[in-house]
Nanobody, 121 residues
Framework: QVQLVESGGGLVQPGESLRLSCAAS????????MGWYRQAPGNQRELVAR???????NYADSVKGRFTISRDNAKNTVYLQMNSMNPEDTAVYYC???????????????WGPGTQVIVSS
């Protein structure tokens, strides 16, 4: 089995920074793309940032220039550095990864349980 566990959420004031982490564990053979999504109350879940196994990244327009996604393949961990945060960044943030498990033929999509981020003065 595979687990994704996020950490680093919390309450920050506008203009402040926060760093999220997500570690994958379990019967991992390889991890392809990893990403962060978020869902605010009443909204659909949306892509925030994504990074391939080779390090190629893409971002939602709303976070470009403020958020940075990175990964440590040795630790099976993906990070999201969030700077210059504003109240519109308030949401539950979910980690996502495309993982090939040991003894499996095809990749599957996995999700973490989510971590709450609140930006408020």
């Amino acid at each position: 089995q595979v687990q994704l566990v996020e950490s680093g959420g919390g309450l920050v004031q506008p203009g402040e920074s926060l760093r999220l982490s997500c570690a994958a564990s379990g019967s991992l053979f390889s991890i392809n793309a990893m990403g962060w999504y978020r869902q605010a109350p009443g909204n659909q879940r949306e892509l925030v940032a994504r990074i391939t196994s080779g390090g190629r990244t893409n971002y939602a327009d709303s976070v470009k220039g403020r958020f940075t996604i990175s990964r440590d393949n040795a630790k099976n961990t993906v990070y999201l550095q969030m700077n210059s945060m504003n109240p519109e960044d308030t949401a539950v943030y979910y980690c996502n990864a495309a993982i090939l498990e040991l003894k499996r033929k095809n990749e599957s999509d996995y999700w973490g349980p989510g971590t709450q981020v609140i930006v408020s003065s």
